[in-house]
């Protein structure tokens, strides 16, 4: 029969999508099934006549589907050192998977030929993946002295894909020496003193780099390369033996100026020493005065700072935020003050000691913080508070005849900004009235509508209870590039 309406029903763990599709001449009609990003599972196919209730299964098929994570590793080791990187695979809900494994092999490499010096061996064959599981597959590395910065390619490879692959895994490579490297918090120490007082800062040193720091010495030091004067003590020790890859240490240095020290800004320098890594010195000031008055000043940013404004100048700061400043001890000692148009406040003549600040302006969320008002110093605080991107409005609608409201929500929200913007839509669903058995259909539409990639998402339906269930037909994904939407049927 030529020129008939079907009903092509393909169905996948109870969800149901529905295709009109008409006969040719000879009575035959294809169809094209495009299904969502990472769907997968055995599916049903049913062909109806739009009259008739009968429901037979004419066919089946099955969508396999493994998700590789991560799919590019840029990786930075030292040369001679093994190193160990697993890759996460997560079967969809098709078939089981047969002998998954990594390789390693010539043909797949950018050169098509295995790099001198690199030696990478992948782990053991995984011998079944069952559906809806994942599990890590490892490989190893290390590079000699005659390996090159380049590109590597793992295949992800089962017996249900060989000779081709699931996917590949790129790896940026590149190789260095072990070497330790210094960061220290904050770059240097800037402080102030009234006479006859003392006040303590600290530093904070870390080891980020591929090697132990050894046999670490610190001591204080005048810019002439002369002694300090006994009013500036280093309270942690001089020798300071080995700090390990990753690790932090405090150093803590005291100033405790007498009235024979003249006032005025006062520079020396904590210097830092070790066997395999090269000197560094810390600027230290400090301050001294007779009075106990300092200030701060306020430089508050936002995502929009040091993008361009209409007239394509860069924006230098957030104006109009109001800031609102409270001595911890004193609570009556209130200050405040409104950003400019650089986006800065500053805070002049302050008694020395503990506050606490808030800063709040339109369309971003308010942030609080503490801080240090030392006698002669001004010191600098860089507040960057984040803009509501999406905003949930609602209106309550009142009919007239029958005592019910409806809540209407209405999602707002920004576009083409520099930063990952998510929105659900529909924003909310009224179920209708259901009994035992029945079952609501419906799609959540996520849409990223920033210029930013947006990563770690988390997708939640609500919880279940002894009256009803709710149920996904693919896994939320757990990033969305920017304009991107996907669509997440749910039951």
């Known amino acids: 029969m030529a020129s008939v309406p079907l009903d092509l029903v393909i169905t996948l763990k109870g969800f149901e999508r529905k295709y009109e599709v008409f006969t040719e001449q000879d009575g035959s009609f294809s169809h094209t099934f495009q299904p969502l990003s990472g769907e997968s599972g055995a599916y049903k196919v049913r062909a109806m006549h739009p009259a008739l209730l009968d429901r037979p299964i004419h066919g089946r098929f099955i969508i396999n589907r493994l998700r590789i994570n991560p799919s590019t590793i840029n990786m930075n080791i030292p040369r001679n050192y093994p190193k160990t990187i697993r890759v996460n695979i997560a079967a969809g809900d098709g078939d089981p998977v047969s002998n998954l494994r990594l390789v390693f092999a010539a043909e797949d490499q950018p050169e098509g030929v295995l790099p001198e010096g690199v030696h990478l061996t992948p782990g053991s064959t995984v011998a079944s993946l069952a559906p809806g599981k994942s599990v890590n597959l490892p490989f190893t590395i290390w590079a000699d002295n005659f390996a090159e910065n380049g590109t590597l390619v793992l295949k992800v490879i089962s017996d249900e894909t060989a000779p081709d692959a699931w996917g590949a895994v790129r790896i940026n490579a ?109 600027n230290m000031f400090a301050s001294v005065t007779q009075s106990g008055v300092g200030g701060v000043l306020f430089k508050v940013s936002d995502i929009y700072t040091g993008t361009l404004d209409n007239d394509n100048n860069p924006i230098p700061g957030l104006a109009g935020a109001r800031i609102r ?167």
């Open 174 to 282: 590149q190789y260095s020496e072990a070497r330790p490297a210094l960061f220290f918090t904050p770059s240097f120490i800037e402080s102030g003193v009234a006479r006859n007082n003392i006040v303590t800062e600290t530093v904070t040193l870390e080891n980020k780099g591929l090697a132990d720091m050894r046999n670490i010495q610190l001591s204080l030091s005048a810019p002439d390369g002369g002694a300090v004067p006994t009013w500036i003590q280093l309270n942690s020790a001089e020798s300071q033996g080995t700090l390990a890859v990753g690790e932090r240490r405090e150093i803590r240095v005291s100033f405790s100026p007498t009235d024979s020290v003249a006032e005025g800004y006062h520079h020396y320098y904590l210097k830092f020493s070790a066997a395999n890594h090269p000197d560094r010195s810390i």
């Open 325 to 491: 400043l409270q001595n911890e001890r004193v609570l009556t000692e209130e200050y405040n003050k409104t950003t400019d148009s650089l986006g800065e406040a500053v805070f002049s003549d302050l008694p020395a000691g503990r506050y606490k600040y808030r800063i709040r302006a339109q369309n971003h969320q308010s942030r609080t913080g503490r801080f240090w008002v030392r006698p002669g110093v001004t010191a600098s605080q860089e507040v960057l508070l984040d803009y509501n991107l999406v905003t949930v409005e609602w209106e309550v609608a009142e009919t007239t005849i029958e005592d019910k409201y409806e809540i209407v929500l209405s999602a707002v929200y920004e576009t083409d900004v520099p930063a990952a913007v998510v929105v659900i839509a529909p924003v909310s669903v009224t179920l209708p009235d259901m009994k035992p058995g029945d079952v609501f259909n419906g799609e959540s539409v996520l849409t990223n509508h920033g210029l930013v990639r947006a990563v770690e998402l988390v997708y939640t339906l609500p919880e279940e209870d002894q009256f009803f269930r709710y149920e996904l037909l693919t896994p939320a994904p757990d990033s969305l590039e920017a304009k991107q939407s996907v669509t997440l049927p749910y039951r």
